[in-house]
Each structure stands twice: as structure tokens, then as C-alpha cells.
């Protein structure tokens, strides 16, 4: 049975419709799949081994953070997706059906590779520009590292700074790395670059971590791949779920984390995310309370992300959350990919920034 969440235009604000109106140019972007049977588990695979952890916090039924966010999630459901949290659940049902038989799948190695999302992956390093600091030696380590795992020689690696000139042994440590990371600026992308106004409050304001929520999403939509923070460690090779899933996040709970991510370019999801930053001034006054009390941007970052996520994706996307941890496929220090005892980047010192 489809689910259907329909946006009701009768008797919402005129901004409100104008920004669902622009939101639903991106619903009619669909991506299907062969269907493929379901197979043991091989033992031996280091994907099967975890897989029995990966669906512990099983997502469409996860309660974590969601008591958190619900002044935010729920109005917003509501007024502007015209659903619920019993609906969302429901569509989240169905689409961890077809996850949990196409990861089995792959951990057994009983499928073809078949690349679906692009190899990939971003960094970003944000940073005030008038004192910029440089990005510890051991997350850079970490990064290396994590490059290392992924397996084929069809892998390209990026990392977005603002002005290289800023960073130089950051820069240096990169291209000495042997890893074939090409350093780029996000000059060159800001023709493409959607949400603008926002990252430039954002950015004038000191809030980078908020800033690189943008970007993160900008990349993903342009060229598709995995984003993730510094902090991020990757347990096993990726590239087999690259090749068969839609969309990998870290799952937090209820949330679609931010700090792992990975989708293709021009994907529903995240075309629908920038589509609504673009149009952020437009949100009635009264809106913009909900969810005064979360500390973290929900209306530009991980709130934002978990509420496209479960509105755009469609039947058939194969969706893989996949909670943090030791004994799962990614573990992360998380915050401190952004926070830490120098002082990278910023925390956020009031609940939102405004818009």
C-alpha cells in the first residue's frame, strides 16, 4: 500500500504555499530498482557481522531524540507536511523492509555491483578567515585513514576549504598524504551554490558548523557521494553499499544524522532540503518558535535533513541508516568532528540563528 503524505493548500499562509509549491517540483524525481531475493547471511563477512547491530535502534521505530525535537517536528508536520509521526512511521516500515533484504544481500555478496551512489567522498574545513586555525594533526590522521578502507581504484577525494592560502599545512599535509585528495575552494561552486543568503548570515555569524550544514548539502546535490565530519571512522569498506542503497546516513536516534551522509547528485531529498533553505525568509513569524529549546540549527541542519528525508524518498529508495558506534559500519567523535580543545570552529551560543 503507498503512503500517501499530500500537501493540503486550503487554508495555509500564501508564503507557506509558495515555498510547498516550489518544494514539489522535487517529488517527481523517482529512482527503482530491480528486485533482488533475500539470502542468508554469510558469517564470515564483516558486513553480516554487524548487520545484526546496524538494526538494533531499528529507525522506524526508534524513540531517540525524538522527545527532543518533537515542538518542532510535530507543528511541522502538521502545518506543512500535512501528516504525522504515526504516518512517517508507517512509510518507515516499508522502505527498512526493502533495506534489511537488500543488506543482507550484500553482506552474503550474493549481488552484482551495480554503482548507484558516486565514489566519492567530501571534507570540509570551514574556518574564520581573519585568525583561521588549522585541522589537528590526528583528524587528518583519522581522514587518511579512512580513505584507505574504501577498496577499488574508481575512488575520488575532495577537500573543500574556502582559501587555501589560509590553511597552508593543512594543505601540505594533504598533498604529501599520497592519498590523491584534490583540494578544492568553494569559490568554485558558488555558481551552483543554493541557499546563499543563509550561509553568508550563517558564516558572518560565526556559526561554521551551521555553515558546513549547507555546504554538506550543496555537495551531495551537485556531485553526490558521502560527506562526513573529521570525527568520522569508518569500520569497513563502503563501497558495496554505495553500489546498491540510495541514500546512507548516521542514524541518531529518530534524526538522519549530518555528520555521515551519502546520496547521489540531484537527489529528491536533498534537492528538497536546499529547495526550502532557499526559501527559509519565507516561513511565517509565527512558525520560526518551533523548536526554540534545540540547541543545534533545525531548521538548516539535521532537523531539516530528517524531515525531507522521510517526506521525499520514495517507495522504492533503498535507505540504510546506520546508528554510530565500535561495532557498526561507522563510528564517530561526535560534535568533536567541529568542537574540541582547540578551537576549530564556533559552538553555537544561542538555540537558532536567525533567518
Known amino acids: 500500500m503507498s503512503l500517501n503524505i499530500a500537501f493540503t493548500m486550503e487554508n495555509k499562509p500564501m508564503l507557506v504555499r509558495i515555498i510547498l509549491s516550489a518544494l514539489s517540483l522535487s517529488s517527481s524525481f523517482s529512482i527503482g530498482f530491480a528486485s533482488e531475493g533475500t539470502?542468508?547471511?554469510?558469517?564470515?563477512?564483516?558486513?553480516?557481522?554487524?548487520?545484526?547491530?546496524?538494526?538494533?535502534?531499528?529507525?522506524?521505530?526508534?524513540?531517540g531524540n525524538y522527545s527532543y525535537y518533537q515542538s518542532f517536528f510535530e507543528p511541522f508536520y502538521k502545518e506543512i507536511?500535512?501528516?504525522?509521526?504515526?504516518?512517517?512511521?508507517?512509510?518507515?516500515?516499508?522502505?527498512?523492509e526493502t533495506s534489511r533484504r537488500i543488506y543482507s544481500a550484500v553482506a552474503s555478496k550474493q549481488v552484482e555491483s551495480n554503482t548507484r551512489i558516486p565514489h566519492t567522498t567530501h571534507r570540509v574545513w570551514i574556518t574564520n578567515a581573519e585568525s583561521p586555525h588549522e585541522i589537528p594533526t590526528e583528524r587528518l590522521q583519522t581522514y587518511f585513514n579512512n580513505l584507505g578502507i574504501l577498496e577499488g581504484n574508481d575512488w575520488e577525494h575532495i577537500f573543500w576549504c574556502l582559501d587555501k592560502t589560509k590553511i597552508p599545512q593543512t594543505v601540505q599535509a594533504i598533498e604529501n598524504s599520497g592519498k590523491n585528495i584534490v583540494v578544492r575552494e568553494l569559490s568554485e561552486i558558488m555558481p551552483q551554490f543554493r541557499?546563499?543568503?543563509?550561509?553568508?548570515?550563517?558564516?558572518n555569524g560565526k556559526y561554521y558548523t551551521a555553515v558546513s550544514d549547507v555546504v554538506r548539502f550543496n555537495l551531495l546535490n551537485i556531485f553526490g557521494g558521502i560527506y562526513s565530519d573529521f570525527g568520522a571512522v569508518?569500520?569497513?569498506?563502503?563501497?558495496?553499499?554505495?553500489?546498491?542503497?540510495?541514500?546512507?546516513?548516521?542514524?541518531?536516534?529518530?534524526?538522519?544524522g549530518t555528520t555521515f551522509v551519502a546520496a547521489q547528485a540531484r537527489s529528491p531529498v536533498f534537492n528538497a532540503v536546499l529547495e526550502f533553505i532557499d526559501n527559509l525568509d519565507r516561513v511565517p513569524v509565527e512558525y520560526r518558535s518551533w523548536g526554540d529549546h534545540i540547541v543545534t540549527p533545525r531548521w538548516t541542519a539535521l532537523g531539516i535533513l530528517t524531515l525531507m528525508m522521510d517526506?521525499?524518498?520514495?517507495?522504492?529508495?533503498?535507505?540504510?541508516?546506520?546508528?554510530?558506534?565500535?561495532?557498526?559500519?561507522?563510528?564517530?567523535?561526535?560534535?568533536?568532528?567541529?568542537?574540541?580543545?582547540?578551537?576549530m570552529a564556533i559552538a553555537l551560543t544561542s538555540p537558532q540563528p536567525s533567518f
Open 39 to 63: 539470502t542468508s547471511l554469510d558469517p564470515k563477512s564483516k558486513l553480516s557481522c554487524i548487520g545484526e547491530r546496524l538494526f538494533q535502534d531499528a529507525w522506524e521505530y526508534s524513540k
Open 81 to 96: 507536511l500535512d501528516t504525522d509521526v504515526n504516518k512517517v512511521r508507517e512509510k518507515r516500515i516499508r522502505l527498512m
Open 234 to 256: 569508518f569500520k569497513v569498506d563502503l563501497t558495496p553499499l554505495l553500489d546498491k542503497f540510495d541514500y546512507l546516513f548516521g542514524q541518531e536516534g529518530y534524526l538522519v
Open 195 to 203: 541557499g546563499k543568503g543563509v550561509y553568508e548570515r550563517l558564516y
Open 311 to 343: 517526506h521525499y524518498t520514495m517507495e522504492s529508495d533503498r535507505v540504510l541508516p546506520i546508528p554510530y558506534g565500535e561495532d557498526s559500519l561507522v563510528k564517530t567523535n561526535h560534535m568533536g568532528s567541529w568542537l574540541g580543545e582547540t578551537p
